[in-house]
């Protein structure tokens, strides 16, 4: 900057010092040069080299100028393999060990025998399908628990409401699981980015826009998952009759 006095704001100094930027290499949009916040990000964005946290470690082991690495990762950012490029065969394969491969232990296998009898009971095809979903649903979706209280007044009214009416349709009795899941449709076809996943490679949010409605329904023998497939096209009446 021209004047010797940098102009900034306390955000644009925060966010400098938090990065590491120089704020006499910013250059100001505000009156008089003023740095603001935003003249801070969008030099982060043009001018800081990104890299990541195992590709910086690997280029300081090795003394290698990672500022001047052209990254292949996202916004060009440095990967580990842009590194790695760099280093002769052996180095790689000899001396960059990955955190798991440094801190493996030798596992000990536990002997289930030595406490005690056991019985071995084989898997049905139900329950290795159950136990198989499971993991699926664990690995590829968030798991967490929700505790919140909700006024039921409206539903319960509404319940009463129908009940009789599709009672006589269907012969099907409206339960509060039908209203809940009619809600949770709707409420998933408000909101798609409830209503989303991510490609394998975790680049691009994909939104649904349908609902593929499950519900478990726990047996003696096992648990039964019946699926609604389109379910937003279906109205109370069709949903209570596909479970």
């Not at 798991?100 to 030798?106: F, L, T």
């Not at 009898?117 to 649903?137: G, L, Y």
């Amino acid at each position: 900057m021209a004047d010797d006095k940098l102009r900034a704001t306390p955000a644009a100094r925060k966010l400098a010092d938090d990065l590491g930027i120089n704020l006499y290499d910013v250059t100001g949009s505000g009156a008089n040069g003023r740095v603001h916040k935003e003249d801070v990000e969008t030099y982060k964005d043009t001018n800081v080299v990104r890299i990541s946290p195992l590709a910086k470690r690997i280029a300081l082991e090795h003394n290698i100028a990672w500022q001047e690495i052209q990254g292949t990762g996202h916004r060009g950012k440095i990967m580990k393999k842009d590194v790695l490029a760099l280093l002769p065969e052996n180095i790689e394969n000899d001396t960059i060990k990955s955190p798991a491969q440094i801190e493996k232990v030798e596992e000990v296998p536990d002997n289930i025998t030595s406490y005690g009898e056991i019985e071995r009971i084989p898997m049905t095809p139900m329950r290795k399908v159950i136990a198989q979903r499971m993991v699926e649903s664990y690995l590829t979706a968030p798991t967490f628990t929700l505790n919140y209280e909700v006024d039921m007044t409206e539903m319960l009214a509404l319940r009463k409401k129908v009940l009789d009416p599709i009672m006589e349709a269907t012969g099907k009795k409206v339960t509060v699981t039908d209203l809940l899941s009619l809600a949770v449709v709707k409420t998933l076809m408000k909101h798609p980015y409830i209503n989303a996943s991510l490609t394998e490679d975790g680049k691009t949010i994909i939104t649904h826009n349908y609902v593929n409605l499950a519900m478990a329904v726990g047996m003696d023998n096992g648990l039964m998952t019946p699926v609604v497939y389109n379910a937003e096209k279906n109205e109370l009446v069709r949903v209570s009759c596909s479970f």
